[in-house]
């Protein structure tokens, strides 16, 4: 009676595998999928003749050992290496299908065929017999393991997957194997014991398989794309990539690093990172350019290293990633020669024709002179720009309220200030005081009454300055806005570029409000409230 209910439930589930299979095979074309559908069709046929045998008495069953057991074995040792197949294809692992795969996935079969012929003949040692049974067991055993490792683990590695998609995929061999192994063992307690195992392992591998395929749509979301994503960056982008390890060796380059390199590859494992560009790690990281012969021509890169950590965030090595910068530092010394030549030259100019127009005493001398002036205080703003986007600045202890009574003290316009005596954030003090000047420079410029205010945030404080000018045109606003270059006019267009790249420096934000007058409010983040290395000065 076991042995009949047994058979049965277990000829479903034979039925159920190799329907898993037939659908795969007809719905599916991703990685690992034809390897699966000849896995599931392996142990859907073996199981199913197996359970017939039992079933109609072609396989004697006393107790599910002896020969139960063995033909059991074969049919979840014999796919095993399909398995490993298939895991390593839907994983993104793609493993060509030559004459040295084909012998390891026939090997099971190589052996227990041999096992099969040398039994019964006299002059084979009952030992060998043995160890090819084991090694064949193990051998299996291994490929079942490293499979569900590989597939576990890349399930939960992605966003897009769930880890029980892969814990699904691994419940069929893993009860094979538990169950069906041990039924040698588990038949000793009983008849009832050895079908519970019997029918447990054909149950897991149905359960588990439908679970994945059905349940998770296992090949609708696969690892694949995610694997062999992150190795075509490394492997397809023009930068350079080396990944070395804690001792600096280059243990992997990509295919741009090995062409920077010429006939050597930097990737054996013995070759420093410090041989391969000529500077060390540490180096690399305080660098901001690096110059290297790539193909007998001189070339630029801009390096970056990444500290690789495991889960215990123990140091394993580092990844450089060098971009070529070169046209890129070519332009910023073009504009940086420029820039010097055109101050130096255009300041020197206005001073003579300043110096000219002084001796002449009418109203066209006091025009052009007003003229001069402001082309001189554009230049003063382009130098305040510069210094703003090329230098590197950091942060340091300021007094906000004192900042702001001194800018406004500058100037001749009666300006009021609403501030406390004393606010004191960390900030970039030189972006700040530009981003007032300006904002206050803006207002005096175009309005008779101006007004500045000062208060504290919970991230940091606020400032505004409010005139009743005629307001900022739209035109200007767009141009900020959407960061392109319109006219300028006068010194108001970049005083308001000086506002905004001051402000972007700070990382903090700057509105404009001309519904009556123009009201521009600045927001400064205090940034030792974030944790930030502050300076005191």
């Not at 390593?88 to 299908?97: E, Q």
Request: hydrophobic share 45%.
């Amino acid at each position: 009676m076991i042995v009949g209910i047994a058979a049965a439930i277990s000829i479903g589930n034979a039925v159920g595998i190799s329907a898993i299979s037939a659908t795969v095979a007809h719905r599916y074309n991703e990685p690992g999928a034809a390897w699966f559908t000849g896995y599931t069709a392996l142990i859907g046929v073996g199981l199913g003749l197996v359970s017939v045998g039992i079933l109609t008495d072609l396989i004697s069953v006393t107790d599910f050992g002896g020969a139960v057991g063995r033909w059991l074995a074969v049919v979840w040792i014999l796919p095993a290496a399909l398995w490993a197949m298939f895991a390593l294809r839907y994983t993104g692992r793609f493993v060509s299908l030559s004459v040295k795969t084909g012998a390891l996935i026939a090997f099971p079969l190589l052996v227990l065929t041999l096992q099969g012929l040398l039994t019964g003949v006299s002059l084979v040692p009952t030992q060998v017999l043995g160890l090819l049974g084991i090694t064949t067991r193990y051998y299996a055993v291994t490929l079942a393991v490293a499979g569900i490792v590989l597939v576990v683990r890349a399930t939960r590695r992605y966003d897009h997957l769930t880890a029980w998609q892969g814990i699904a995929f691994a419940v069929a061999p893993a009860a094979m194997w538990l169950f069906w192994s041990n039924i040698p063992y588990t038949a000793q307690l009983g008849q009832a014991a050895g079908g519970a195992a019997y029918v447990l392992g054909s149950l897991g591998a149905v359960g588990g398989l439908g679970l994945a395929v059905f349940r998770f749509d296992a090949f609708k979301k696969s690892p694949a794309v995610g694997v062999v994503g992150e190795r075509d960056v490394v492997d397809e982008t023009d930068d350079l990539v080396l990944i070395a390890d804690d001792e600096h060796r280059v243990v992997r380059a990509n295919e741009s690093a090995r062409t920077a390199s010429g006939d050597s590859d930097p990737s054996t494992g013995t070759v420093t990172v410090e041989d391969t560009v000529g500077t060390s790690v540490d180096g690399l990281r305080a660098t901001e350019t690096l110059e290297l012969n790539v193909e007998g021509t001189s070339a630029k890169f801009d390096p970056q290293v990444s500290t690789v950590l495991d889960q215990h965030d123990q140091q394993l090595g580092t990844v450089i990633s060098l971009r070529e910068v070169t046209e890129r530092e070519l332009r910023k010394e073009r504009l940086a020669v420029l820039n010097r030549v055109l101050r130096h030259n255009l300041r020197n100019q206005i001073d003579v024709v300043n110096a000219h127009l002084e001796a002449i005493d009418n109203d066209h001398a006091d025009a052009a002179t007003e003229a001069t002036d402001r082309i001189t205080h554009m230049s003063n703003r382009a130098r305040t720009i510069d210094r703003l986007l090329s230098e590197t600045h950091e942060n340091v202890a300021v007094d906000v309220a004192e900042l702001l009574r001194g800018t406004v003290a500058a100037y001749d316009s009666l300006v009021a200030v609403e501030a406390p005596d004393s606010l004191m954030i960390s900030t970039d003090g030189a972006a700040l005081e530009a981003a007032i000047e300006s904002a206050v420079d803006n207002a005096v410029t175009h309005a008779t009454n101006v007004t500045t205010s000062l208060r504290q945030t919970p991230d940091g404080c606020e400032i505004q300055v409010t005139d009743d000018g005629p307001g900022i045109p739209e035109s200007e606003l767009s141009a900020l806005e959407t960061s392109t270059e319109t006219a300028l006019q006068h010194g108001t267009g970049l005083g308001l570029w000086q506002l905004t790249w001051a402000v972007r420096t700070l990382d903090g934000t700057v509105s404009f409000d001309t519904s009556n007058g123009t009201t521009v409010t600045i927001t400064v983040f205090d940034a030792s409230s974030s944790g930030e290395s502050e300076t005191t000065i």
